[in-house]
């Protein structure tokens, strides 16, 4: 029998889920973060997996890591600043 494309979901995306809320949910409730705060915890949440996979990759003979060179740093850090900037920007002006 086949699986609905629509219906279910695979494992790694319910894994993910859980753990996306379930580290949601402590910072809410260990740091009482309201909702102003709690905005940027998508982004802080995917920025964070973003850096560990990258970095895992860097394990695997053969393979590379971006965060092992400071210019690499230095440009993701300054993209987010960036765009984070550009983004309030365009939130309070428009």
């Known amino acids: 029998m086949l699986k609905s494309f629509y219906s ?7 894994l993910f889920e859980k753990v996306y809320l379930f580290v949601n949910r402590v910072l809410i409730q260990n740091y009482r973060l309201n909702s102003e705060v709690s ?6 949440f995917f ?4 850096i560990l996979f990258v970095n895992l990759l860097g394990i695997i ?3 590379f890591t971006n965060t092992a060179f400071i210019l690499h740093n230095f440009l993701i850090t300054a993209s987010i600043i960036l ?6 920007f365009f939130i309070t002006w428009f």
Do not use: A, N, Y
């Open 8 to 14: 279910s979901s695979s494992l790694f995306e319910k």
């Open 39 to 44: 905005i940027f915890f998508p982004f802080l």
């Open 47 to 50: 920025l964070f997996f973003f």
């Open 61 to 63: 003979p053969g393979g």
């Open 83 to 88: 765009g984070i900037t550009i983004m309030g």
